[in-house]
């Protein structure tokens, strides 16, 4: 007697997903983990109603049985999270985001220090958060009598100084921007943006208290902004 291996009617267990035929496990692997990431993005870019188990399946283009095997690691590391059929971003994400400042701020630093000493002004690298640019790495130079103290951590509207209006600087547009005396009182400023890094908007910029000659400065901040890039590759 042969048995039928359909499932009863309104069974809500999940079929098991199946792979292309013909893929090897490295293949699996790398759509598997493709697969992954695309799930988190769209959870992430739900801004206030969380995306349901289906809505996932249709953004990732996969079936729901497979959104929930790829939901199973994510929610273990505490990324997302379940609120009954939805789907939100875990506290794990902001664990992984407090990583991410340092680990800019280690691979800047070299290209930042040997900008300060040619120029023998203060460097710093700004990060945009939303509408607000903070300086998350600053360097001093180390044979000048007097300079700008600019602290780690300072936050201003991306749209002062230069270091925050060169954040959002087009490739068409000028390849640095100058400021005076926009965020302290005689302070004098040069940045430019941070290119070729997905998902970074940032500047390199340079503030003296003495007005910086933009024809000379201006170019070395643009090779250290690519030196930044390459560092963070």
Same mark, same amino acid.
């Given at each position: 007697?042969?048995?039928?291996? !359909?499932?009863?009617?309104?069974?809500?267990?999940p079929e098991p997903e199946r792979e292309p035929a013909g893929a090897t496990p490295t293949k699996e692997s790398s759509l598997t983990l493709e697969?992954?990431?695309n799930l988190l993005q769209a959870v992430a870019d739900a801004d206030s109603e969380a995306p349901t188990i289906s809505d996932l399946a249709n953004i990732v283009g996969v079936s729901r049985a497979a959104v929930y095997r790829l939901l199973g690691p994510l929610q273990s590391r505490g990324l997302v999270r379940r609120e009954g059929s939805k789907v939100r971003l875990g506290l794990g994400v902001l664990w992984l985001a407090g990583k991410v400042v340092p680990q800019l701020r280690f !691979? !800047?630093?070299?290209?930042?220090r040997a900008l300060a000493e040619r120029v023998g002004a203060t460097?710093?690298?700004?990060?945009?958060?939303?509408?607000?640019?903070? !300086?998350?790495a600053v360097v001093e130079?180390?044979?000048?009598?007097?300079?700008v103290a600019y602290r780690v951590g300072t936050r201003h509207s991306v749209q002062r100084g230069a270091a925050g209006r060169a954040v959002d600087l087009s490739d068409e547009g000028p390849k640095w921007i100058t400021s005076v005396g926009e965020l302290q009182p005689g302070a004098y400023g040069v940045a430019a943006p941070v290119?070729?890094?997905p998902g970074l908007r940032a500047s390199v910029g340079v503030v003296a208290m003495e007005p910086l000659s933009p024809d000379e400065v201006g170019p070395l901040v643009v090779r250290t902004c690519s030196a930044v890039?390459?560092?963070l590759g």
């Open positions: 007697m042969s048995t039928s291996s !359909a499932r009863p009617a309104g069974d809500p267990t697969r992954g990431l !691979a !800047a630093l070299p290209a930042l460097v710093h690298l700004t990060v945009a958060d939303g509408n607000e640019a903070q !300086a998350i130079p180390s044979w000048t009598s007097y300079h290119r070729g890094v890039a390459d560092a």
